[in-house]
Structures are given as C-alpha cells and as structure tokens.
C-alpha cells in the first residue's frame, strides 16, 4: 500500500476530511485554505493541529475579517502570534507488526493477564456506539472532565468508525471507539466497569484495535491529550503503550 516502504506521515483528526465533515453536520462552517481546515463558528476562525506553517503562514490564514484562534501542531512563536492557552502533549502511537516491543512491563503485564484469562474483545456497532455513548457520558459527569459534544460523535462518518466491545453474561462490560482518518487514526471515546478494569480488558481492547488498524493500513494512532497531574492514572495508561509523547504549540490569537 505504501511505496518504498516509507511511513505515511501523521495525520491529526482535526485536519482531515473525516473531521470536516462531523463539525459541518454539526452546523458550522468548514473552509480549506491551501490545504488547511479552517472552521468557523460567527466571526471566529478556529485551525487546530495545523502542521508546516511557520508565523507567516498562520499570519495569511488570519486574513478575513474576523477573529483567528490557531493551535500549531509544533511551537510557533513571534510578533502577530498571541498566545492564549499553554500548550498541551499528546500521546502518538506509532503502530507496527509487533505492539509489544516498546510497550512499559506493567502495561504489557495487564495484556498477558487478560490473554491469559481467555478474554475475548469483539467488533462492536451502532448499538454498541450508544450505549457507550450514554456510559462515557455518565462517567464524564461522574469524574467532572470535558470532552466533545455527543453530537460530534453522532456526526462522525460510519465508515470511520472503529468500534470494539465486551461482553460478559450478555452485558456490555467495555468498549472503545477509535476514528480513522488516512493512514492515521484517533482514539476517541473509552469506558469500562469496575469489573472490566480489574480484568485488564482495556489493555486487550486498546491492543487488537491497534493491530487491526494496522492490518489495513493505519501507521498512528493518536491515543489523545495527557495530563499527569490532572489525570495521572489516564496519562500512565496512554503512555504505557510506547506513544512517543508529544508537545503540541500554544493555541494564539493570530493577527493578520
């Protein structure tokens, strides 16, 4: 699929068509600009996760007449660049034949302990999407963090969509939807019962979407923000995998 043997760049979900998509069924205005996604909400610009623009060429996408808020996919920095909110990190996993090669002890631990146990995780639907969606919204009311409407989720084309389950005694225990964007993808939305954490169920999950991504094509997996302090259990779980960690540039106010 891919000449040479050379690995597709990555690809953040928020510049590419899947996501252009969601947020224009979702009512806003969508724009590519050379080849960037801008979308815009009234008079404001919002280009997130834009990588190869140096300070002039996030200046000439500020040319409208309105507000411009970018989020460089790397540092950028200087006069006509205002920055508003600190940088974040990502974890970016880059996916290959054999996962568990750079995979922390313990994390690959929890995988052997759930294969050991014969757990089974399986290909989900849109049933499956539901219920998850109402379950990852109760614990997002539970553990009081954001994250993206249930609109958006709604919106994101079917044929993105990964989605993963298990089950035990005919309940849903676990389920994971990932976003695939080219030969990139996103880890989107996750939960799990106290039953399915215990078992390590996550860590299979994570693991056989991962290898089925990369069966057809997908070289990253975008696994999502880390925050260590905020999240400390979350960001040890991303990063367990072997995702590089990576430092996204400061979102700014970006004059023309």
Request: glycine content about 10%; hydrophobic content about 50%.
């Amino acid at each position: 699929m891919f000449d040479c043997g050379v690995t597709p760049e990555f690809q953040p979900l928020q510049q590419s068509a899947v996501y252009a998509a969601a947020v224009a069924d979702c009512g806003a205005r969508v724009r590519w600009l050379d080849g960037v996604l801008a979308v815009e909400r009234g008079r404001v610009r919002l280009i997130s996760r834009v990588a190869g623009l140096d300070r002039a060429g996030l200046r000439r996408l500020a040319r409208w007449p309105g507000l411009t808020l970018a989020t460089p996919e790397v540092g950028v920095a200087g006069f006509g660049l205002v920055p508003l909110v600190t940088p974040m990190h990502h974890a970016v996993w880059a996916l290959g034949p054999d996962l568990r090669d750079a995979m922390a002890r313990n994390w690959r631990g929890h995988l052997r302990q759930a294969e050991r146990a014969g757990l089974r995780v399986r290909r989900g639907d849109g049933a499956t999407l539901e219920a998850l969606v109402a379950a990852e919204a109760a614990q997002r009311r539970d553990r009081r963090y954001r994250a993206l409407p249930v609109g958006f989720t709604r919106a994101l084309p079917e044929e993105a969509l990964r989605i993963w389950e298990w089950r035990q005694a005919g309940a849903m225990q676990a389920a994971m939807c990932l976003v695939r964007h080219g030969s990139s993808a996103s880890y989107h939305l996750a939960w799990a019962s106290p039953v399915a954490r215990a078992a390590g169920v996550h860590q299979l999950m994570l693991t056989r979407a991962a290898e089925a991504l990369w069966t057809e094509g997908v070289r990253w997996l975008d696994l999502g923000s880390v925050d260590s302090e905020a999240a400390p259990g979350l960001a040890r779980f991303k990063l367990g995998t072997g995702a590089e960690l990576r430092r996204l540039g400061a979102t700014c106010l970006v004059l023309p």
